[in-house]
């Protein structure tokens, strides 16, 4: 059965440091992957999805980049965090087939004080 | 660009009494639509989709319907329990590749 692990779950940073939030997803290949935030109370809002290795779309200007050094890794990361880089981040993969059945990983709960 | 919203930010209904949760969108080439389910502090589940051939599609104790003359869709849930109380996503799946998600409806069942 496929599993998607995303760590780590609880994150404070201060504001300026880094980032780096993994992804990975075991007993599929070649998924779609996908970064997406979530501010309190709101939407998922997607910030970067990708079909292949190396392969990056990016949905939102913004301080965040990601990278996917292997097909089932997918890694999110920023040089210096902002104070509304804070949310719950949620990584999800798919089949590359013609479905929109994501399934989620549990967050990654980010705080920039 | 495509956009995908819902009507109502919260919605309370009584155990044992039918939801109905509505969602609008913009892109008219929008064709495969989806509903999630999150629950507090975890990842949203996928509930049930529709495609734009069907206006119609049920699952267990939930109904999606879809009028794309209006581009609505809803997601109608039978004999709420309390385990339904949850935030309740619209998706546009647009491409076969990117998922985009309305602001979602905070559904809460009154025992």
């Known amino acids: 059965s496929q599993t998607i692990h995303q760590w780590p779950a609880t994150l404070v940073q201060p504001v300026g440091s880094p980032l780096s939030l993994e992804c990975t997803v075991e007993?599929?290949?070649?998924?779609?992957l996908y970064w997406y935030r979530q501010a309190a109370g709101r939407g998922l809002q997607l910030l970067f999805y990708?079909?292949?290795?190396?392969?990056i779309s990016s949905e939102v200007p913004q301080n965040l980049s990601a990278s996917r050094p292997q097909d089932r890794q997918f890694i999110l990361s920023s040089k210096k965090l902002l104070l509304s880089d804070s949310g719950f981040y949620l990584c999800?993969?798919?089949?590359?087939?013609?479905?929109?059945?994501?399934?989620f990983g549990e967050g990654s709960r980010l705080t920039v004080l | 660009g495509e956009s995908v919203g819902l009507h109502l930010p919260t919605l309370s209904v009584q155990e044992g009494d039918n939801s109905i949760i509505n969602c609008a969108y913009s892109?008219?080439?929008?064709?495969?639509f989806i509903w999630y389910k999150q629950e507090s502090g975890k990842g949203p589940q996928f509930i049930i989709d529709?495609?734009?051939?069907?206006d119609k599609r049920q699952g267990q104790r939930v109904t999606v319907l879809l009028n794309k003359t209006v581009k609505h869709l809803s997601l109608q849930i039978a004999a709420t329990q309390p385990g339904d109380s949850a935030v309740y996503f619209c998706?546009?799946?647009?491409?076969?590749?990117?998922?985009?998600f309305g602001t979602g409806t905070r559904l809460t069942i009154i025992p």
């Open positions: 999800a993969w798919t089949r590359t087939v013609n479905t929109g059945e994501l399934f």
């Open positions: 529709i495609r734009s051939n069907m």
């Open positions: 990708s079909v292949g290795i190396g392969q």
């Open positions: 007993g599929t290949s070649n998924p779609n």
């Open positions: 998706a546009d799946f647009f491409g076969n590749e990117k998922l985009t």
């Open positions: 892109n008219s080439a929008s064709d495969y």
